[in-house]
C-alpha cells in the first residue's frame, strides 16, 4: 500500500515520505511497547514508548532546509504545549510499513519531547538552524513519547435491537465489528441514549462492557431475576415471587419478617463448569419499612466448607431500591450466593417486607469495563458518552447532554475490549421508589460503541 510517515497538527500535516525534503532510514521502524505491570485505571494497559525517529534533511538552498527543519521543531513544540495545558489540538502520528497489507496508516498520538537533546519547547531546534544555517542537508533525531498502542480506523456498532429493551436494564447483544476481532484490548467510545426514562432524583447504576463470551454456553454477564422461571432464590421457599411493575421482568422476591433470621439461597447465579475463576457480585433491593432495618450478612458460597465471606451491611427504613456490591468470589472455591436476612423486629407484615428484584454475577477478567453513573436529576432522554481520547485528548471523559443536568461516575472509563463482538448492560434504579428508570414504563436504551482496534506494532 506504500509507506506512510506523517504527524497531523490538526489539520496541518508534515509528512515524512512524500515531502521531497525528508527521507527515513529503509529498514527503520516504530518502538513496541509493553504490557503494563499494575492495574491502575484511566489509561490503556500498554506503556507509553520513548521513540527516537531518525529524519535527514536535504534542499535546494538552505532556506529549503531550514523551514523543513522548522517544521520538525514545530511538531513537538505543539505535543508539548498540549501535555503542559491540554489546550489546542493533540498532535498524532500517522504510520504505515512499505511492505504493508493495511489500507489505513495505523495512529497514535504523541504526547511529548522525550529530552532536552530533542527538538522540544526548550528552543534546541532554533539553535540547530543557527548552527548550520549554510548546510544543504543535515541529520536530525526526534525523541519524543508516544502512546504505546497504535489504533486503526472507527469500527462502530449499533445496538441492533434498537429501542426495544423495556425499563432500560436490557442486556444488549452487538453484531460482530467489521474489522473483526482485535489482537489486543482496544480503547471503546460509548454512547447511551436513554428515552422516555423518566423523570428521576439521584438515579444511578452501573453500566457493563465486555466482549462477548467464546462460546453460547457461558456468559461474561449474568442477570438473574425474580422472574426468571427458575425464580432467583427459589432454593429453600423463604421468599415469594410477587408483582411489582417497576422491576425488570415485573416480579420481585419478597421477604418478610416473621422469623428472626431468614435465609436466601441462590445457587444458579454462576455456573460451577465455569472457565473464569473470580466473578464480581452485584444485588438490587429496596427495604419497604418505615420503620424496620433490615441486616444483610453472607457468603458467596453455598457450600459450607467453600465459601467467600460478605461484608455485612444495613438497609435502613424506607430505602429506595438500591445496588449493593457484593464482593468477589473465586468460582473454583465458591458459587452461588447464600444470604441472610436478619429484620430489626419480626412484625409478619409485608409492608415492613424486604423485596429482591435481581443479582448481577459479572467476570473479573480484563475485558469487563464496570463504570458507576450517578446523581442524574432528569434522564428522561439523556444521552451520556464515556470517551476513552485514545487520539483526542490526554484524559478520558464522561459527558452528559444538557437535557440531563446533575451528574457523577466512579470506576475506570477507559473501556477496553478485545473480541468479535460486545455485550452491554446498563443496571439502574431511579433513585425513588422504582426499581428501574423507566419507573415501569416503556422506557428505552439505546447503545453505540465505537472501537479502535489496537496494535503494539504498527505494520
Known amino acids: 500500500m506504500g509507506r506512510v510517515c506523517e504527524f ?7 509528512d515524512l515520505v512524500n515531502d521531497e525534503r525528508y527521507s527515513l532510514d529503509f529498514g527503520w521502524r516504530p518502538a513496541v511497547t509493553t504490557r503494563r505491570q499494575n492495574w491502575l485505571g484511566g489509561r490503556s494497559l500498554y506503556n507509553d514508548v520513548a521513540e527516537q525517529l531518525p529524519v535527514r534533511i536535504t534542499g535546494g538552498s538552505a532556506e529549503e532546509v531550514h523551514s523543513a527543519l522548522q517544521a520538525l521543531g ?13 489546550i489546542g489540538t493533540p498532535v498524532v502520528w500517522r504510520f504505515r510499513s512499505r511492505d504493508s497489507v493495511e489500507i489505513t496508516p495505523f495512529s497514535v498520538m504523541i504526547l511529548r519531547s522525550a529530552d532536552a537533546g530533542g527538538l522540544g519547547l526548550n528552543g534546541e ?31 462502530t456498532l449499533e445496538d441492533d435491537e434498537g429501542v426495544s429493551h423495556p425499563n432500560v436494564d436490557g442486556l444488549i447483544t ?51 431475576l425474580a422472574s426468571d422461571s427458575t425464580p432467583l432464590f427459589d432454593d429453600g421457599g423463604t421468599g415469594t415471587q410477587t408483582a411489582d411493575s417497576t422491576a425488570i421482568g415485573g416480579q420481585i422476591i419478597r421477604f418478610i419478617p416473621n422469623v428472626a433470621s431468614i435465609t436466601a439461597q441462590d445457587v444458579e447465579s454462576v455456573s460451577d463448569d465455569s472457565t473464569v475463576a473470580l466473578w464480581h457480585w452485584f444485588i438490587k433491593l429496596k427495604n ?16 459450607q466448607r467453600r465459601n467467600t465471606p460478605l461484608k455485612q451491611f444495613s438497609v435502613a427504613p424506607a430505602t429506595n431500591p438500591t445496588i449493593y456490591y457484593l464482593g468477589l468470589s473465586n468460582n ?18 409485608a409492608a415492613d417486607a424486604l423485596d429482591i428484584e435481581s443479582v448481577i454475577t459479572a467476570a473479573a ?41 446533575g451528574f457523577a461516575r466512579q470506576g475506570d472509563i477507559f473501556l477496553q475490549t478485545c473480541g468479535h463482538t460486545a455485550r452491554a448492560l ?6 425513588d421508589s422504582s426499581f428501574t428508570l423507566g419507573n415501569g414504563v416503556s422506557s428505552s436504551l439505546g447503545v453505540t460503541v465505537t472501537r479502535r482496534k489496537g496494535y503494539t506494532v504498527a505494520r
Open 365 to 405: 477478567v480484563d475485558c469487563m469495563n464496570i463504570v458507576r453513573l450517578s446523581a442524574f436529576n432528569d434522564v428522561a432522554n439523556a444521552v451520556i458518552t464515556i470517551d476513552p481520547q485514545s487520539l483526542e485528548g490526554l484524559t478520558p471523559i464522561t459527558a452528559l447532554d444538557t437535557n440531563a443536568p
Open 174 to 224: 452487538f453484531p460482530n465489528f467489521v474489522y473483526g476481532q482485535a489482537p489486543y484490548l482496544s480503547p471503546v467510545r460509548t454512547v447511551l441514549t436513554m428515552q422516555n426514562a423518566g423523570a428521576n432524583s439521584n438515579a444511578a447504576g452501573y453500566f457493563f462492557l465486555t466482549n462477548e463470551a467464546a462460546s453460547d454456553s457461558e456468559s461474561l454477564i449474568n442477570l438473574r
Open 125 to 155: 531546534w532554533l539553535k540547530r538552524l543557527e548552527a548550520n544555517k549554510d548546510l544543504l542537508a543535515i541529520n536530525v533525531t526526534l525523541n519524543f513519547w508516544r502512546r504505546g498502542l497504535w489504533v486503526g480506523p472507527d469500527d
Open 288 to 303: 419497604n419499612s418505615a420503620t424496620e432495618t433490615w441486616v444483610i450478612d453472607g457468603q458467596l458460597g453455598v457450600d
Open 426 to 431: 446498563f443496571y439502574a434504579t431511579s433513585g
Open 74 to 86: 514545530e511538531v513537538l513544540e505543539q505535543a508539548d504545549r498540549y501535555w503542559q495545558t491540554e
Open 8 to 14: 497531523d497538527l490538526g489539520g496541518r500535516v508534515v
Open 332 to 349: 473454583n472455591l465458591s458459587s452461588g450466593l447464600r444470604l441472610t436476612l436478619t429484620p430489626s423486629t419480626q412484625t409478619g407484615l
